[in-house]
């Protein structure tokens, strides 16, 4: 390793234990800094032996100053991450922007779209609304916006996907519906329409009425008289046209500036039948503008929260809420939220396509951008919402950086998991003179849960790059010093001072006999392993850290086999 390399290491650990320590208000540990060290650079990983072994002075000097002095340091160091600490401070107890014009009760509403499970970018809007509910002790709606069986055509499987979802997150609605089971209640508010002067049935193809509305000019059915209307829009909800042949459009202003609200349709007929059986019968369905526009106005929501390309939605219902003499809710606008750390594209129609296909194995593939793949990798929903609160809801564009929800849910985890050696394509090697058990710590911030017990045997298995060169000691973590002899590993009996002073490579292992192989679900695909004894007494949902790899949640044990899910460095 050269000088600058070393330097580097030296002063990335002494900036990650002066943030940890000023954060927590307690002494940083080297576990805790060496994996998000690794993770952030990758140019580490070929020295990880040797790294604890440069950064444990490092690190007791940290913790050997005083809080004023840290602050100093961290200031001349890295003046950004200081002012990240003292930014965090003052945020903490209010991540998001306050609500506008709050005068009642707030109520809220989630509007899935349930034709299909929840992508990652689809989590933002419960993580905020839930938060919203908590911070105003408000009311939460969980609507699903299922009337369009054709081109969003709903998966029946997706309404409880969904409603798991929220509740990973962490939230609860306060009521659930189905806007497929309220299609009386949009047909009599459009019949009264009809008697407001509100609407008029239109059998103009789309082609024809885009001219005219383009020009400006109504189409020849805008005059017709209101029982017409009614007539054809009772025939309508009979299901009596085919789809394209009638429509109900809301009159608005054919000339208004703005040619997307001119004259829209409320209702128009569908062939296919909903999924639903309870809905099946419906050929007359609602787009969505005049069903939500309805659903908020009868459930009281006082705040929506939408995507900034939505909003020629709120005009469009302006002119139904002008209609009927209601008040429109306050609307936050806001913009797109980008997650780049995927190769799948963050979409409900390409992940369906190909979970369909097999490319990914499901949803909950780690390798797909879904809410359900990060709960299966054991990353709590708690840390997906924290990320997403500090987006803000501004109106720009977001980047959600993944780094972000696994800094959240290293501090939510880190405490309670126990450390597990693991081996990555391991290469056997013969020991001699070693003890019969090593005894590591379960973790080594809280010596009082004891050491777990490794058994040794003749041989260990060590990742192919930790294989020392002939005549070389290493030190096997948690087990001591060997000199490597070309065949086998020789215990010697150097003290631990050879690691302190950076003279050999830390390395971990775990024993060729008795370890447990395990196959590690990755966003990057699966990597084969063996795991210390051990890893089998953990339940399935249990969340381990792999020693210099990372947090993994145990999914399950086969017969000769383990499954893990990485969660994160
Ligand atoms: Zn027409």
Redesign the pocket.
């Known amino acids: 390793m050269d000088d600058d390399l070393r330097e580097r290491i030296e002063r990335e650990a002494e900036t990650a234990a002066l943030f940890n320590a000023l954060k927590h208000d307690s002494d940083a540990q080297v576990d805790a800094i060496l994996g998000p060290m690794m993770g952030e650079n990758p140019d580490f990983r070929p020295h990880g032996g040797d790294i604890p072994g440069i950064i444990a002075p490092v690190i007791d000097e940290v913790n050997e100053r005083s809080t004023s002095e840290k602050r100093d340091r961290l200031e001349s160091l890295a003046p950004d991450r200081l002012a990240e600490l003292d930014a965090a401070d003052e945020t903490d107890d209010r991540p998001l922007p306050e609500l506008p014009n709050v005068d009642s009760e707030v109520r809220m509403r989630l509007a899935p779209n349930p034709n299909g499970p929840w992508h990652l970018g689809s989590a933002r809007m419960p993580a905020v609304i839930g938060t919203y509910k908590e911070i105003y002790d408000g009311w939460m709606l969980c609507r699903f916006d299922d009337t369009d069986p054709e081109t969003k055509r709903p998966d029946l499987g997706a309404y409880d996907e969904i409603l798991s979802a929220i509740e990973y997150l962490g939230f609860e609605p306060d009521e659930v519906v189905k806007a497929s089971d309220r299609l009386g209640t949009y047909y009599d508010y459009a019949r009264q329409l009809v008697e407001l002067g509100g609407a008029y049935t ?3 193809d789309a082609a024809s ?1 885009s001219e005219l509305k383009n020009d400006g000019e109504p ?3 805008r005059d017709k008289d209101p029982e017409t209307t009614r007539t054809e829009f009772e025939a309508m909800i009979e299901g009596e046209y085919s789809s394209g042949e009638m429509v109900l459009r809301i009159r608005t202003d054919i000339e208004h500036k703005n040619p997307a609200l001119r004259d829209w349709v409320a209702f128009r007929m569908i062939d296919t039948p909903h999924p639903r059986e309870a809905a099946a019968a419906y050929r007359c369905w609602p787009m969505l503008d005049f069903q939500s526009g309805i659903d908020d106005h009868e459930f009281g929501i006082t705040h929506i929260i939408r995507g900034i390309d939505l909003q020629d939605s709120a005009k469009r219902q302006g002119f139904l809420y002008d209609y009927f003499g209601w008040a429109y809710p306050e609307v936050v606008h806001w913009g797109h939220v980008q997650i780049d750390a995927y190769d799948v594209a963050l979409s409900t129609s390409t992940i369906k396509e190909l979970v369909a296909e097999g490319e990914l194995d499901g949803w909950d593939d780690p390798r797909a951008p879904t809410v359900a793949s990060l709960e299966r990798r054991g990353i709590r929903g708690e840390a997906v919402v924290n990320a997403m609160t500090e987006l803000g809801t501004s109106t720009s564009n977001v980047d959600l950086a993944m780094s972000s929800i696994y800094a959240e849910n290293r501090e939510l985890v880190d405490d309670g998991a126990d450390r597990l050696f693991f081996v990555r394509d391991g290469t056997e090697v013969p020991i001699d003179g070693a003890p019969d058990v090593a005894e590591p710590p379960l973790h080594p911030d809280h010596e009082d849960r004891g050491n777990r017990r490794i058994p040794v045997g003749d041989a260990v298995l060590v990742e192919p790059d930790d294989l020392p060169d002939v005549d070389t000691r290493v030190w096997l973590k948690g087990l001591g010093p060997v000199r490597y002899d070309g065949e086998a590993f020789v215990f010697t009996d150097d003290d631990i001072g050879i690691v302190r002073n950076g003279d050999v490579d830390v390395v971990h292992w775990v024993p060729a006999a008795e370890s447990v192989p395990v196959r590690l679900r990755t966003m990057d695909g699966d990597e084969s392993g063996h795991a210390e004894p051990r890893l089998v007494e953990y339940d399935p949902d249990s969340i381990v850290q792999f020693v210099r790899i990372g947090f993994a949640r145990i999914d399950g044990h086969g017969d000769d086999t383990s499954v893990a899910y990485f969660a994160h460095p």
């Open positions: 239109c059998s103009c009425f189409c020849p059915h």
